[in-house]
């Protein structure tokens, strides 16, 4: 069992940056594969960004390449997603996931744990 906690989302106008974090309470973080994903009002959730619970090895939505980056810290049971050059359209509500031995999918079904979600609005 793994609860998660977002924190790090606000109001940034475009252009700007922001770093969201995960917090993972329970055992055995370093065996789940983190994956960021959002919603925006009146759209379907969608992926954004995933890392493998072995290696590291990380995947991205094209719409973010090159702009976000996802990281983890399993001493401390973080994931970070850092996001740069922010749009409108990034605004949204961004959910932290987890998916036991998972390797990155960018399927919201894959996943068996889900945060609450925190808020990213960008004013353009």
């Known amino acids: 069992q793994v609860q998660l906690v977002e924190s790090g989302g606000g109001l940034v106008q475009a252009g700007g940056s922001l770093r969201l974090s995960c917090a993972a309470s329970?055992?055995?973080?370093?065996?789940?594969?983190m994956a960021w994903f959002r919603q925006a009002p009146g759209k379907e959730r969608e992926f954004v960004a995933a890392?493998?619970?072995?290696?590291?090895?990380?995947y991205y939505a094209d719409s973010v390449k090159g702009r976000f980056t996802i990281s983890r810290d399993n001493a401390n049971n973080t994931v970070y997603l850092q996001m740069n050059s922010l749009n409108a359209e990034d605004t949204a509500v961004y959910y932290c996931?987890?998916?036991?031995?998972?390797?990155?999918?960018?399927?919201?079904?894959?996943?068996?744990?889900w945060g609450q979600g925190t808020q990213v609005t960008v004013s353009s």
């Open positions: 996931a987890a998916d036991l031995y998972g390797l990155g999918k960018i399927f919201d079904y894959e996943y068996e744990y």
């Open positions: 329970g055992r055995s973080f370093s065996c789940y594969a």
């Open positions: 890392i493998r619970w072995n290696g590291g090895r990380t």
